[in-house]
Every structure is written in C-alpha cells, then in structure tokens.
C-alpha cells in the first residue's frame, strides 16, 4: 500500500540556518506533491507544490525538490526565523484523478532565537 | 484563495450523542474534503463531498457513522454519530478551488471533538 515517512522527531536548529524536511514515499508515483504548514490548533496552509516533471521550485525562502528516482521530497527554509517553527506536512496526490491527497505525518520545527 | 469557517470550534459531547460539523465557505467550490487529525497524528480522509454527488467514503468510514450533507456549493455538514471516546479528534474540512491555482486545498480551523 501507498505510505509516505517524513521524520517524527522534532528538528531543532538555530536562527538563521537552513531547515531541510525530508519527505519519503514508497509504492507510489504521485503526479504532484505539496507541503502545508500547521500551527497549533489551525489548519494547515498549502505553501508549495511540485509536479512530477519538476526538479526544483521555490517560493522566497522555500525551497522544494523532488525526485521521482529515490521517491524523496526535499522542503528547505532558509535563513530560518523563530517565526518559522511549527509542523510541516507533505502530501501527494492518490494517483485516481480524483484530487483527493494523501498526507505524511509531519516534522514539528523549532527555531532557535 | 478562500476563507473557510467552521462550527463549532470545539465541543464536549457524551458517549452515544451525535454532533454536526458545519463548514461555510466564501466562494462557490465544487470539490470539499472532511479528514480527521487524531491528537499528533497527521490527517485521515474521511470522504469526499462534492456537490451535486453524493459523498465517497474512504476505507474505514461509512455513511451511518459519518453523515454529510453538501446542499449547495458554499455549504457541507459532517455528523459524528452515536460518538466514543475513540472519536476523540480534530475535525477540518476543506476545498479546492473551482479556477486556478488548482490541486491546492484550503483548509478550515478545525473543529475539536471531545467524547467523554
């Protein structure tokens, strides 16, 4: 069956550096994948999504990859601020043209002042 | 983009009750989701409500314990019925936009289901 992993353990890091969020699928080839922020007690909000045909995207100091190869999405915050902590979510698409997604468990981010 | 409401925002319920969910969106959609979130898990589809359809049900989740409505497209309830603890959770719907960006879903603030 489908299964998506990102790490469950909290990332920690300081102002200013680099959060990179790992983001693994197995049995599946999604057309596109996404990535959510959630705060606590709110919805998630869509940040960015990259189809299957594209290596790269960015969005200010977002930073998503995706390779199909090793079935990995790659989520980079840069100069990352307090502001930034909370939980990401990847999601993929179920694959049924049915627009209905699929998510991980997400990484709980902290940021360091 | 669009801006999703839902009520109530939390409620403790009895075992055996029903609560209604109700999810109000500022634009018309054709395509609106209910998950569930379990206390630090992720979400869990619970069906698909597109208007003028009646509602798919994900693996696990059927009709009687999980009603919904979806009377037009601004509008869907989700029912919670004959509750158990184990329907402890956070309830969100959410949409996808009938025009551009597509794929995209906007989600609502949740509502947080106590049963006791």
């Known amino acids: 069956s489908q299964k998506i992993e990102q790490n469950s353990e909290a990332l920690n890091i300081q102002e200013g550096k680099t959060a990179t969020l790992t983001c693994n699928y197995t049995?599946?080839?999604?057309?596109?994948l996404q990535w959510y922020r959630q705060d606590p007690g709110r919805g998630p909000v869509f940040l960015l999504l990259i189809r299957e045909n594209e290596k790269e995207k960015r969005k200010e100091r977002l930073k998503v990859t995706f390779d199909t190869t090793l079935k990995q999405s790659l989520f980079h915050i840069t100069a990352s601020q307090p502001a930034d902590s909370a939980t990401y979510l990847c999601a993929l698409d179920m694959m049924d043209s049915s627009y209905k997604l699929i998510f991980g468990s997400g990484t709980r981010l902290l940021v360091r002042p | 983009s669009a801006v999703i409401s839902q009520k109530p925002s939390r409620d403790i319920c009895q075992r055996g009750t029903s609560l209604t969910i109700q999810c109000q969106v500022d634009?018309?959609?054709?395509?609106m989701f209910w998950y569930r979130q379990q206390p630090g898990q992720s979400l869990t589809l619970i069906a698909t409500a597109n208007q003028g359809s009646e509602a798919t049900y994900e693996s696990g989740f059927v009709i009687d314990k999980f009603p919904i409505s979806r009377p037009n497209l601004t509008f869907s309830t989700l029912t919670v019925s004959n509750m158990s603890p184990e329907d402890s959770s956070i309830y969100l719907c959410?949409?996808?936009?009938?025009?551009?960006?597509?794929?995209?879903?906007?989600f609502g603030p949740g509502t947080r289901l106590t049963v006791l």
């Open positions: 959410s949409v996808e936009l009938n025009y551009p960006p597509y794929n995209e879903q906007f």
């Open positions: 049995n599946y080839s999604p057309a596109y």
């Open positions: 634009s018309q959609v054709t395509m």
